[in-house]
């Protein structure tokens, strides 16, 4: 079983959709989590971190369910320039680095 | 320039040959990461480092990859005796241990190594 595990997608929606992603993992030890969005043959870029209590930065929500050891991202009113791959990635010591594990990523498709 | 710095950002090469890739972090930057990325699927850890020495090693696939970062600043990746599943986009990453915490990577555009 892979430490962090997404569904492909693609994930195809039109202009002003909702969209939700998960990302399991399976190191419970596991403290801090992150989403990345890579554009098609670019790097990845930080999306936003993900805080126990959930977290919001404008279209985006980022949260966590240790319980179920899941992340979730959900995009609000999509565009057609939230198309991309969005990555999750899991680091397993607290503010010291480490190695961050990324996902497969989801690939969404914005349609207008 | 203000990012992290990958060269050659494309490299053919035969099977069998010897390749090195070069990383040049964010100034400052005291943790400096490889990832290997295939089509299709997310970047895959190979090492981290933390200053001059390999924290992290447990993602180098075989004893034909090896990193150094001899001054805690530039890192090089290593390939011997290239293998065509060795193709792939390697990509490097810095990031500022300490201070926010964040863990947040910064990675470069990536080296673009084709066997044949």
Known sequence: RKEVEQDPGPFNVPEGATVAFNCTYSNSASQSFFWYRQDCRKEPKLLMSVYSS??????????????????????????????????????????????????????????? | GAGVSQTPSNKVTE????????????????ALYWYRQSLGQGPEFLIYFQGTGAADDSGLPNDRFFAVR??????????????????????CASSLIGTSGTGELFFGEGSRLTVL
Do not use: M
């Not at chain 1, 404008?58 to 050891?69: E, I």
């Not at chain 2, 099977?15 to 005291?30: F, N």
């Open chain 2, 15 to 30: 099977k069998g040959k010897y390749v090195e890739l070069r990383c040049d972090p964010i100034s400052g930057h005291t």
């Open chain 2, 70 to 91: 001899p001054e805690g600043s530039v890192s090089t990746l290593k390939i011997q005796r290239t293998e065509r599943g060795d193709s792939a986009v390697y990509l």
């Open chain 1, 54 to 112: 959930g977290n919001e930065d404008g279209r985006f929500t980022a949260q966590l369910n240790r319980a179920s050891q899941y992340i979730s991202l959900l995009i609000r009113d999509s565009k057609l320039s939230d198309s991309a791959t969005y990555l999750c990635a899991v680091n397993s010591l607290r503010n010291q680095g480490g190695k961050l594990i990324f996902g497969q990523g989801t690939e969404l498709s914005v349609k207008p």
